[in-house]
């Protein structure tokens, strides 16, 4: 896990605003995955995206976007935030290795108001 | 849809006692990982186990993937303080599934 980073790393938000939420792979990883873990539960995956193309997509609503840049860092959007919606955001950086061990950053903790 | 369970929800030990946490799934997986996240922390990676009936050894944990590869298991032996945290089994692929984790924690 050392190398991934997330901003910010707390965010208090009111309901009905919108938030992006941002991750820095480890160096020569090129997939992210996103989860979202509510306090007391295991993460729930929201995203993942390889090489810039979303390569799979959990059961969240469409509020829920990301997108992946050039250089492999990634972006969570959330609009018209929900109470609901408040948790911790975890982002995976993925290895290219043969069994493709996910190392998770800090993670940016989510509070809807 | 898949998913996947474990038990138990908590497990209090005292220190030296053994621990283990069971991981089922409703389908068979590829792979299963471990990982273990302290409290205030993110999900660290411990293992990753690929296959059928498979047996790995990190110093006081062992883990088994089930020869169908539909459960594991992570066993700590010995436990220690340092040992404190949940444990969540994972699997599915690239949309990996949690399970919901094993607390535990270790009296001294």
């Known amino acids: 896990d050392a190398g991934v980073t997330q901003s910010p790393t707390h965010l208090i938000k009111t309901r009905g605003q919108q938030v992006t939420l941002r991750c820095s792979p480890i160096s020569g990883h090129k997939s992210v995955s996103w989860y979202q873990q509510v306090l007391g539960q295991g993460p729930q995956f929201i995203f993942q995206y390889y090489e810039k193309e979303e390569r799979g997509r959990g059961n969240f609503p469409d509020r829920f976007s990301a997108r992946q840049f050039p250089n492999y860092s990634s972006e969570l959007n959330v609009n018209a935030l929900l109470l609901g919606d408040s948790a911790l955001y975890l982002c995976?950086?993925?290895?290219?290795?043969?069994?493709?061990?996910?190392?998770f950053g800090p993670g940016t903790r989510l509070t809807v108001l | 849809g898949q998913q996947v369970m474990q038990i138990p929800q908590y497990q209090h030990v005292q220190e030296g006692e053994d621990f283990t946490t069971y991981c089922n799934s409703s389908t068979t997986l590829s792979n299963i990982q471990w990982y273990k996240q302290r409290p205030g922390g993110h999900p660290v990676f411990l293992i990753q186990?690929?296959?059928?009936?498979e047996v790995k050894k990190q110093k006081r944990l062992t883990f088994q993937f089930g020869e169908a590869k539909k459960n594991s298991s992570l066993h700590i032996t010995a436990t220690q303080t340092t040992d404190v945290g949940t444990y969540f089994c994972?699997?599915?692929?690239?949309?990996?599934?949690f399970g919901a984790g094993t607390r535990l924690f270790v009296k001294a």
């Open positions: 994972a699997g599915g692929g690239f949309k990996t599934i």
């Open positions: 186990l690929v296959k059928s009936g």
């Open positions: 995976a950086s993925i290895s290219t290795g043969t069994y493709n061990e996910q190392f």
